[in-house]
């Protein structure tokens, strides 16, 4: 069974620092690109940033460029989301997602439920 698993998630202060990661168990973690998204309170999911299977590549929206770092231990199954010198408008629901391709014209995407993070003095 497919699972994918954030946490990490909680109360920060602006300027501060916090730690996501997205275990996965049940697919091939090593195979799959993974890609972190956001939807803050009353607004639409927003792309965060994308990894590749391999972590060779990184992607960032300009939002968070140059304070956010999405790294990968394929060893231990686990994507990391590292957030640095937050505002309050990282303030949202962080989800992670997994995408294998099983075949040529066939991509399966798999999501984990979310982690809040909170950005408030």
């Known amino acids: 069974q497919v699972h994918l698993v954030e946490s990490g998630g909680g109360l920060v202060q602006p300027g501060g620092s916090l730690r996501l990661s997205c275990a996965a168990s049940?697919?091939?973690?090593?195979?799959?690109?993974m890609t972190w998204y956001r939807q803050a309170p009353g607004k639409e999911r927003e792309l965060v940033g994308n990894?590749?299977?391999?972590?060779?590549?990184?992607i960032y929206a300009d939002s968070v460029k140059g304070r956010f770092t999405i790294s990968r231990d394929n060893a231990k199954n686990t994507g990391y989301l590292q957030m640095n010198s937050v505002k309050p408008e990282d303030t949202a629901v962080y989800y992670c997602?997994?995408?294998?391709?099983?075949?040529?014209?066939?991509?399966?995407?798999?999501w984990g439920k979310g982690t809040l993070v909170t950005v408030s003095p």
């Open positions: 997602k997994a995408s294998l391709n099983i075949s040529r014209a066939a991509t399966v995407h798999y």
């Open positions: 990894i590749t299977s391999s972590g060779g590549t990184t």
């Open positions: 049940g697919f091939t973690f090593s195979s799959a690109d």
